[in-house]
């Protein structure tokens, strides 16, 4: 089934070959092999999940089942059966690092040799902390879909056999022509072909992909006999985004959740990835609001990390690192400063005091934060 994050959830029909070609992809790009200890922290029902759990079935290693993620369990499991692989979501990452630090633990268990994260790019600050967390693993990131069996582009992000971040969202973009936009999710595993539709004056378009790795059809929605083979077919993924002249898939953002504001296109993803760049917020929600004059306002929710704080002043002067102190303006400014277009800055801040919803498996339910600031009238400074 899909995640559903911005509809009814739908039933995907996969084949055992789709499953069949995407682990071996997995064994080849992860290195997964039966010497590895594989703890199973995303769910089975969840396409990674089970996913991983056949890579690792054929590749002969071992696995470790938890009947639900939690950071304690997961930590305790770790230690005592010498974990080498996992797989997590950026919110599992977190909660796993939150409760390192909550123990004083400055480093994790030197057996964890792969951690591969999915469901959502990984920010600056949190892989610093999962390899100061896990030094000897090699940290990939995948992005994919249930539709595609899984992942479609894999990025190393760290590699303690070279000793340094190898690619992370815009870490290479000073090497090409035009700064790209969005964040760099990888290149494509050796038997998926991805593609860019749309217009010729612009590069930006939506992400298309086809190969074995594609699903069957939808529960209720089975092809017919007359329909073209799956190999033959393209698969609109609802994403936007481009390839630079390296390869490289960067991810703008998705269609369905894209905000319209005075006539410009604006990707919540581009504007969340610039916000969590700031070294007081732990998380960050971007959204459109209706209104009058530019049709939707980009407005942003925000999390603040432990010992800033929020102020109503509209003061343009500098803020001291020391203060730890926290406005629209601030906020603004910084992104001016991050080179982020004018239309795309958020005209207003929320701030969040409880963790922004989540599905199951970690996925952000952007829909439930709309509707619950659909209820709220005033907006700057809000307190939700």
């Not at 995948?142 to 056999?161: K, Q």
């Not at 022509?177 to 999710?185: E, F």
């Not at 894209?258 to 504007?271: A, F, H, Q």
Request: proline letters at 5%; hydrophobic letters at 40%; one cysteine or more.
């Amino acid at each position: 089934m899909t995640i559903g994050t911005t509809g009814r959830p739908k039933g995907v029909t996969l084949s055992h070959s789709a499953l069949v070609v995407q682990s071996l992809a997995k064994i080849a790009i992860v290195g997964y092999g039966e010497d590895d200890v594989y703890l199973h922290t995303a769910p089975l029902c969840h396409i990674g999940g089970i996913s991983s759990a056949l890579a690792m079935l054929m590749a002969g290693g071992r696995h470790i089942l938890l009947p639900k993620f939690e950071a304690k369990l997961a930590v305790e499991s770790i230690d005592q059966h010498s974990v080498t692989s996992l797989i997590t979501v950026p919110a599992m990452m977190t909660d796993l690092i939150s409760f390192y630090k909550t123990k004083h633990i400055s480093v994790g268990s030197k057996s964890v040799k792969k951690v591969l994260n999915g469901a959502g790019g990984l920010s600056s600050s949190l892989i610093k902390n999962v390899i100061e967390i896990f030094p000897r693993a090699k940290l990939l990131s995948a992005y994919g879909m249930t539709e595609a069996c899984s992942s479609l582009t894999f990025m190393t992000l760290y590699d303690p056999a070279r000793e340094s971040c190898i690619q992370h969202s815009y870490a290479n973009s000073s090497n090409l022509a035009h700064k790209p936009d969005g964040i760099c999710v990888g290149k494509p595993a050796p038997h998926i072909e991805i593609r860019i539709a749309g217009d010729d004056s612009s590069c930006i378009g939506r992400i298309l992909t086809r190969g074995p790795h594609l699903m069957l059809g939808y529960w209720d929605q089975m092809p017919s006999n007359n329909s073209s083979p799956v190999d033959e077919c393209w698969l609109d993924t609802g994403d936007i985004g481009h390839i630079d002249d390296c390869g490289n898939i960067w991810l703008v953002g998705r269609l369905k959740g894209r905000i319209k504001s005075g006539g410009e296109n604006v990707y919540p993803e581009e504007v969340e990835a610039v916000l969590l760049q700031h070294p007081g917020i732990s998380a960050s929600v971007v959204i459109g609001l209706p209104d009058s004059r530019l049709t939707e306002m980009v407005v942003a929710c925000i999390r603040m990390k432990d010992n800033w704080q929020w102020t109503d002043s509209s003061s343009n002067h500098p803020v001291n690192k020391n203060e730890h102190c926290l406005s629209s303006t601030v906020l603004q400014n910084f992104c001016r400063a991050k080179d982020l277009t004018g239309f795309k800055i958020p005209k207003k801040f929320v701030v969040w005091k409880n963790q922004f919803p989540m599905t199951t498996t970690g996925k952000l339910r952007r829909d439930q934060v709309r509707a619950e600031l659909m209820s709220f009238r005033q907006l700057a400074p809000s307190r939700l």
